[in-house]
């Protein structure tokens, strides 16, 4: 009989931190203290904490024990498994009752508070690599619902219902997709996923597949009940090798179990699904792109109409959703679409996962309800700024989205406030910036990633955001004047207006925002040659000042040898040799070095 | 898989090994046993396996087994101690798996602590 369970965070943020030592170890020291049996220990999927990491929790106490490491399992072992004392200094800080020996439940913390986990309701639950544990947990039940109490009409209708929108960036409404699809004739048809998550930062979708991977494999099959289709695929880039390893472990024991394959709960449907592997090009994750790829050609987007609904892959009838869609819909056939559409804003129902990254205390997975304030995110689950700096602005939906100024922190973010704003929900990627971030530097960088993946098919992509790319360059070395500023803009429009596909049409997205939002920042680029956070090379220089005692540290600190003086004498950089590379300020410990 | 029966019996079987999954909330009985090395010595092992397995094999839901560390009267183990929600704790002292079968059918399911077993001033 279990008594413990041992939770081991497997995703990858925390497999990083050698996650599976500490697993391994565990099962050494179970098996040593002859507690096999007593004890299990479980590698699950991300619990979203991943600054914090490698998480480990032990049940039922619900310790959260955070940034462990191989050498703390002992004592982990020894004190709590085995003689019920809590390990208090390796507790997250917040779940410490002072003076007292329990831990305070998890889900009251800050980071937790404000989050509702729908997706991500089995990560950091379950054990991945076990079909069973999904089913003790309702897996699979939504399916049998499905296919033996409603018709695959009354799947598309609850879909629609619900108002759940496509979760990869566009919130095109599931349901109506799902409409389309169904009301094509045609005897094949296909049901693809996309877990091409591409955006940098962004890793909502990986951790899905890596901590519920059955949750999308149901939702695939219910898709395929519902518009009449008996194979599906799921395209997922090679560079998530333990999400893609699950996503094998879990096909296999679904087949095992006769979830997937022929005759599924003896109602006659047959359901099989098939993983294929991206190389990585960003294009891939847009839909007519991605199913190109899986046909076996190069990742290159076409023109639509005609939409993959009526002409998809292999020229059949096609739905494509991405991974966090799916993790919705086993959950709305089983509890109702009244369940899901009481959830988030009005045209925003259910909750939307993000990945909080940049300059926030906490980085991680976060899982709210539609509608909940950027501050919200920003100051409460994410735990603020770290070193006291000021919030300047959010960066969200990746190259594809827009930078949301600090002036609009109390916006509720769903998809129309988002794109009311010039951004868009994008995938969830989520990206926090404080004052040391310049918002040109900014644009630049989506920009640079934006003509390395654009695939070339289309002039208005391939060589728009080239030259777009210059004139940002322009900016940032001080070559720019006013009349750039206004070309750069009619750049912009006309890339959105003539390209192809979504990567061309939202690329000028994080040049347009920042314009909009930062043009102060933009105009002390172009009319003073400054970069008022001191991030543009060729716009700063070093001096030093008259708190300088000469230490001599900067002298011998600098990698071009650019400093001279003598030891107690104020010192002077030679402005010919310096890189700018600011090791000088870094290290002075008299704040005699001002960049300017 | 051929019939939803299978799928269900998979769950319930596998339910009840991850009942132990989950955080103790406020809602929670809590059977609370002595785990230090005294109460381990004494055969605390065996009692919070009993407890365990009469759990299980009861399908008793909102009941949580978890130990503790030492309770200071280390002759006195193995000990127990039961939280009802609303009630005053109950502390049970030299608790053998027998007498686990008697707490559980007597005080968990029917309300009525099991007089025998309780701790008292002269012990």
């Known amino acids: ?596 | 898989m051929k019939s939803i029966e299978e799928l269900k019996a998979i769950k319930a079987k596998v339910q009840a090994e991850l009942n132990t999954r989950d955080a103790v909330g406020d809602a929670d009985t809590r059977i609370v046993v002595g785990m230090a090395t005294c109460g381990i010595a004494a055969g605390a092992r065996p009692v919070l396996n009993a407890f365990l397995e009469e759990v299980k094999n009861r399908h008793l839901s909102g009941v949580k087994v978890t130990q503790t560390g030492c309770l200071g009267m280390c002759r006195l183990e193995p000990m127990v101690e039961v939280y009802v929600p609303g009630k005053d704790k109950v502390t049970y002292i030299k608790i053998t798996p027998d007498a686990v079968k008697k707490i559980i059918a007597e005080h968990i399911v029917n309300g009525n602590v099991v007089s025998e077993y309780v701790i008292r001033n002269n012990n």
């Open chain 1, 1 to 596: 009989m279990i008594r413990n369970h041992v939770l081991i965070c497997g995703g990858t943020g925390c497999t990083s931190g050698k996650s599976r030592n500490i697993y391994e170890r565990f099962n050494t020291l179970i098996a040593e203290n002859n507690l096999t049996g007593e004890v299990q220990s479980v590698m699950t999927g991300c619990f979203g904490l991943c600054a914090l990491g490698p998480v480990v929790v032990v049940y039922p106490e619900g310790a959260f024990y955070s940034q462990v490491k191989e050498a703390d399992v002992d004592e982990i072992v020894s004190e709590h498994i085995i003689k019920g004392r809590i390990v208090k200094r390796l507790l997250y800080q917040e779940t410490v009752k002072e003076g007292e020996d329990g831990v305070s439940s998890l889900s009251e913390t800050s980071f937790y508070k404000k989050q509702m986990r729908l997706a991500l309701r089995n990560c950091g639950v379950i054990n991945p690599e076990n079909i069973e544990e999904y089913i003790a947990y309702d897996g699979y039940a939504a399916l049998a619902k499905a296919l033996t109490e409603m018709t695959p009409q009354q799947v598309v209708d609850t879909l629609k219902a619900s108002g759940l929108r496509g979760r990869g960036g566009a919130g095109f409404p599931t349901g109506n997709k799902w409409q389309f699809a169904k009301d094509v004739p045609g005897d094949t048809k296909y049901v693809c996923c996309n877990a091409d998550e591409g955006d940098p930062g962004a890793f909502m979708d990986r951790s899905v597949l890596e901590g519920d991977p059955h949750a999308v494999l149901e939702a695939m099959a219910i898709a395929g009940y519902a518009i009449g289709s008996d194979q599906g695929y799921i395209y997922v880039r090679a560079e998530y090798p333990i999400a893609v390893a699950r996503l094998e472990v879990a096909i296999k024991q679904a087949k095992e179990y006769g979830l997937l394959g022929d005759n599924i709960f003896g109602t006659g449907f047959n359901f099989d699904v098939e993983i294929r592997l991206g190389a990585g090009a960003f294009v891939c994750g847009e839909e007519t792109a991605l199913m190109t790829s899986i046909e076996g050609n190069r990742g290159e987007p076409r023109p639509r109409p005609p939409f993959p609904a009526v002409k998809g892959l292999f020229a059949k009838p096609t739905i494509l959703n991405n991974v966090e869609t799916y993790a919705n819909v086993p959950q709305i056939i089983l509890k109702g679409s009244e369940w899901f559409s009481a959830i988030g804003t009005e045209k925003s129902k259910g909750t939307k996962v993000f990945a909080l990254g940049g300059k926030i205390q906490n980085t991680g997975l976060v899982e709210v309800p539609m509608g909940t304030t950027l501050r919200t995110i920003i100051e409460d689950i994410g735990g603020g700024i770290p070193n006291g700096k000021k919030f300047k602005s959010a960066q969200t939906g990746g190259p594809s989205g827009g930078c949301i100024p600090a002036s609009l922190i109390d916006i509720a973010i769903d998809y129309e406030s988002l794109l009311a704003i010039g951004s868009m929900m994008g995938s969830g990627g989520l990206i926090v910036m404080d004052e040391d971030s310049c918002m040109v530097d900014i644009a630049k960088f989506f920009l640079e990633f934006t003509v390395e993946e654009s695939c070339g098919k289309c002039t208005p992509c391939r060589i728009g955001t080239k030259r777009l790319l210059e004139l940002l360059e322009k900016v940032t070395n001080g070559s720019a004047t006013l009349a750039t500023l206004e070309e750069m803009e009619r750049l912009c429009y006309y890339i959105k207006d003539n390209s192809l596909c979504g990567l061309g049409q939202t690329a000028p997205n994080p040049v347009l925002s920042t314009l909009k939002y930062f043009k102060d920042e933009y105009l002390a680029h172009v009319t003073e040659k400054r970069c008022p956070a001191g991030v543009c090379k060729k716009l700063i220089s070093f001096k030093i000042n008259e708190k300088c005692v000469g230490c001599t540290l900067c002298a011998r600190k600098c990698p071009v040898s650019a400093i001279n003086g003598k030891v107690k004498e104020k010192h002077m950089i030679d402005k010919e040799k310096c890189i700018k590379c600011g090791v000088c300020a870094e290290n002075c410990k008299f704040k005699a070095i001002d960049r300017v």
